[in-house]
Every structure is written in structure tokens, then in C-alpha cells.
């Protein structure tokens, strides 16, 4: 089924319209973005059940100006007939008031000359098989709870279990004098959370799901829950790792968390403009095995960073940022797009209508190969498959790289011999891990359950994955 565009953006458009005209009689460049964002988070627990609002909720506007030699830009979250003109001159006055703060400051301020927009007029709604907003809330409670009971009744070792359900549902128009966009789509994520116990050990585990999806995900929850029990109580006989560089394989959610951390922020180019990556300096240099292949974009798949247009009403694209082991691009916003004087690639996205547009990433992904998990595993004499990923950090600046992971597999003369380690934490310089990439699997898998913040702020929805690829890594 089809994504309803939001009734309360349509609604307000023809003062959206005429904000634009008044606006343009001051200004040579006038855009504005509606943001209406509803959504919902579900949680059983062994102990408790709640339901709130989801992070992601907002509705509000942005508009940016140019006032032939700056960019500024005014948020506001009230529009009405009986506000229009009060609203008008609080823009006015904010704008103007700003610009000349700036001007008689000692921050430096470098001349913007102004995106010259292609006209371009379209909606977009995306897909979805059951829209989850037309499930009773009750009816998912009760499902979870299912859910929740079964977990118990299979597995002894249980102590606590989570099991959460989430539903985004998001509306965004951009309106300029060159273009009219409007677009609706609908993500959701589910989440299984087990804590097992053994003789006074207890682990947990973190089980996401999470697409461009409907009230459907919750069949994939119900579906994994034996296999997730089974990794939890796998951790209970878990052993502590030596430290060392070992000969891995990185399972698709891992490879994203690479992917993510080591050439996803090293290629935001707003970096680039404050001299911060040093990505800049190996543009079309080879820096990655020739297997390697790696994409952003809001249009490279469809996940849950998947979009029709970015927050600046720029199309989203599929730019490929490793080719052959070469890194060829980078992913901007509009802004750092024109002081580094090359074309936008779609990726300005905001936190919200209230916060600046940076360059983040979309859907960041290694593209497939063409071994199979098993010739990978048999090629090995000793090595890890390592599994589930936890959190990174990464140095755009130095390339230095660290992946925390849940677990890994020991592989021993070709095969996993049923020992598991954990935690794992995987660490190094980003050119030596993509160098060693020797093989790259036929699987391939994209996951969106997290968000990513520009430094320790600004969260996005992104989505990471790939195949499985062998390499050589520090692990401690």
C-alpha cells in the first residue's frame, strides 16, 4: 500500500506559497522546508510495558534565505492566517538581525554565492504492506506480549526479556521558487533484547530489524526469536580473547560498522572544507583492496535512510565513494557542495526542522562479492568470524578506526569449532583493513535499527551493512 502524504503539510501549503512570494520581495533566494513526523515506540518488558512518543517526532519549518553574498535561516513551529504576518516579521528581524551580528563580529564569514535550483515539481510516497498506524495499539502490546511469553517458555536461562516495536511515519515538502516537493514514507525498526544466567555469569544480547517496512516487521521478530535466545545463552560459555592480529570475518552488520566508521564520516565533505578529513588528500588514490566497493545514498538502496529529496531539496543519489579499491567521491550538503565548488550529492539531512543541515550519511554500504561464507571460513587455517556489532568510533582526521563487536566464532583449520569469544574490539588504521580485504560474499544485508551522530550531537537515521568480507585485523 501506498504512504498518505501528511494532510497538515497539504494544509498549510498555500501559506507556505504565499510566505515564499513576500519573502522573495527581499530576497533573491527563498526556500522552505515542512517537516510532520508521527510516530510511536512500544515496549514489553519482563517487568513493564510502555508506550511513547518515538524520538523522532516533530512538525515544524525552516526557511532559508540569501541575501546576495550569505545563506541564513529562521525555524519556526507556529504557522497560522491569523500569525502569517507577525511570523513574516519575526523572520525578517531574526535574519537580518543575525547577518549584522555577524558582520560586526571577528568570525570570519566566507561569501556563499547562490545554488542556482533546477525547476522540478513531484511527490513521492513510498510502499509499504501494512501500515502499522492502522493497527490498534492494544493489538501490539498484546503481540509483543506474545512474543515475550514464548521467549520464556523456550529458553531456561532467562532472566529478562525486551521486546520493543517502533513506527515512523515521515512528511517533508521543500518549496522554492524553482521547485515543489512533497514526499511520505514509513519506517519501522523491532528490537529482541534477552538476559540469560548461569551459575552467577549473566549475558545479554541486542537482536534489531528495521527497513522501509510496515506493521510486517513483526513477523521477522517472531520468527528470530529462537536463533536470538540461542546467541544469548551461546555468550554464557563465552571466553576472553588474546590479544592479537588475526585473519576475520566480518559478518554484514559488522562490515557496515566498518563501513560506517571507517570511509562513511571520512567522506562527509564538510569536513573537507574545515580542513578536518584526511580523506581530502587521497582523493582517486587507491586506499582499499581492488574487491573493495563501497556506496552512499538515499537512493543507493532502500532502507530506512531512504528519501526522495534531502532536507536542502536536493535529489538523493547513489554515489559510489570506493571503486576497485580507489576512493573516487565524497557526500556533501548544499553548503560545503558550493565552497568546494562540486556538484550536491543529496546527503544535507537535519536533525530536525530546528537544527542546521550537515553532510551525514544515508545508506552506507560494501557492495557484494562473489565467494560464499563457506570457502571463506575453509580458506582459513586460524582466524574469527566476528558477529554482531555493538559501536564504533573512528578519527577522520588519522584514519584510526575501533569496532566494538558482541562476539566472535573461533575458526580453526577451515572450520568453527564451536568456541565463542566476548567482547571482541577490532582496532587499527583504516588503509591497512581495507587492504587486506582478500575475499567478499555473494550475502548481503543492510540494517537500520541506530542512529548516528556528527560528533556526540545531530542524530540521523542511517543504515549500514554488506557482505562478509575477510580480512586481517587487531583484535583485543
Known sequence: MQVAYSSFLSATKPLLIKMLDVLSQDYPYVSILGTDVAGNTYAVRSQSVQINDAHWVERGWVVRVHNGEHYAEYSFNNLSEHSFLSTIQLIRYDLNHTLELLKNSNIPIHPYSPFEESSMRSRWEGEIAIDPFSIDSSEKIERLNTIKQKAHELSQSLISFGAIFQEIKTSKCYLSNQKDLEQAWIHT????????????????????FSGRKGYEIMDEMEKALGSTLDEAELLLDAEPLKQGEYDIICSPDVTGLIAHEAFGHGVEMDMFVKNRAKAQDYMDKTIASPLVEMHDGARAAEHVSSYWFDDEGIPGQDTVIIQKGKLTGGITD?????????????????QSYAHKAYARMTNTFFSPGHHSLE??????????????????MEDPKNWGIQCVVTYGKEISKGQLTGKIFSPVIMTGYVPDLLQSISMVSRDFELYGTGACGKGYKELVKVSTGGPYIKAKAKLV
Not at 558550493?338 to 539531512?349: D, E, F
Not at 587455517?381 to 566476528?386: F, N, T
Open 334 to 350: 548544499l553548503l560545503s557542495s558550493i565552497r568546494l565548488k562540486i556538484s550536491p550529492t543529496g546527503n544535507g539531512k537535519r
Open 375 to 392: 570457502e571463506m571460513i575453509s580458506s582459513i587455517d586460524y582466524g574469527i568470524l566476528l558477529e554482531s556489532s555493538q559501536s564504533g
Open 189 to 208: 525498526e523491532g528490537y529482541l533484547i534477552p538476559i540469560v544466567k548461569r551459575n552467577g555469569v549473566s549475558r545479554s544480547i541486542f537482536k534489531g
